[in-house]
T-cell receptor, first 116, second 109 residues
Framework: DTGVSQNPRHKITKRGQNVTFRCDPISEHNRLYWYRQTLGQGPEFLTYFQNEAQLEKSRLLSDRFSAERPKGSFSTLEIQRTEQGDSAMYLC??????????????FGQGTRLTVV | AQRVTQPEKLLSVFKGAPVELKCNYS??????LFWYVQYSRQRLQLLLRHISRESIKGFTADLNKGETSFHLKKPFAQEEDSAMYYC???????????FGTGTRLTIIP
């Protein structure tokens, strides 16, 4: 599968623990996005990167959340001191932005986080 | 602030009947509108975008700026159209997508 890859697919953690998710975008894509989806809702934007630069963060991204894309390739999303309200599907997407325009955003299969 | 509304959470249609999934948006500028689809156990994928003016899998959607709508239509439903459909908006100069809450479409054989 050469699409966007997310690991792990599922994560169960106890409240208060830290968790980290990884996203590997499509290799030539320079933009990477994180979204969160809770039950019965559409995906909600969290943040996005252009290469290694984090260009926008949603107010949904509290100070317990941090995202990195150190070399402009894969990205990690860390949640510290997890709360039950963090339980959701975390989606990663990537796209290519060039001088002549951008491709569509391709989504990964997501990481489902359950905080118990 | 931009907002996307999909008024129907669930929609059931008989095979061969026409399908219309409603999407309304609020945004003061000139938006870019999309329909994404998620089939069972598959990832979210783009179905169509208004700037392409394409018909994908028999589906079309026309941006109506007067009614601020971007309804998805197909004249004859097929069983394989059963899926979750999300309408999404991207505002000018902004890279984030704002999604609606989605409509689960079920095609009855």
């Amino acid at each position: 599968d050469t699409g966007v890859s997310q690991n792990p697919r599922h994560k169960i953690t106890k409240r208060g623990q830290n968790v980290t998710f990884r996203c590997d975008p499509i290799s030539e894509h320079n933009r990477l996005y994180w979204y969160r989806q809770t039950l019965g809702q559409g995906p909600e934007f969290l943040t996005y990167f252009q290469n290694e630069a984090q260009l926008e963060k949603s107010r949904l991204l509290s100070d317990r959340f941090s995202a990195e894309r150190p070399k402009g390739s894969f990205s990690t999303l860390e949640i510290q001191r997890t709360e039950q309200g963090d339980s959701a599907m975390y989606l990663c997407a990537s796209s290519f932005e060039g001088g002549t325009g951008s491709t569509e955003a391709f989504f990964g299969q997501g990481t489902r986080l359950t905080v118990v | 602030a931009q907002r996307v509304t999909q008024p129907e959470k669930l929609l059931s249609v008989f095979k061969g009947a026409p399908v219309e999934l409603k999407c309304n948006y609020s945004y003061s500028g000139s938006p870019e509108l999309f329909w994404y689809v998620q089939y069972s156990r598959q990832r979210l994928q783009l179905l169509l975008r208004h700037i392409s003016r394409e018909s994908i899998k028999g589906f079309t959607a026309d941006l109506n700026k007067g009614e601020t709508s971007f309804h998805l239509k197909k004249p004859f439903a097929q069983e394989e159209d059963s899926a979750m459909y999300y309408c999404a908006l991207k505002s000018f100069g902004n890279e984030k997508l704002t999604f609606g809450t989605g409509t689960r479409l079920t095609i009855i054989p």
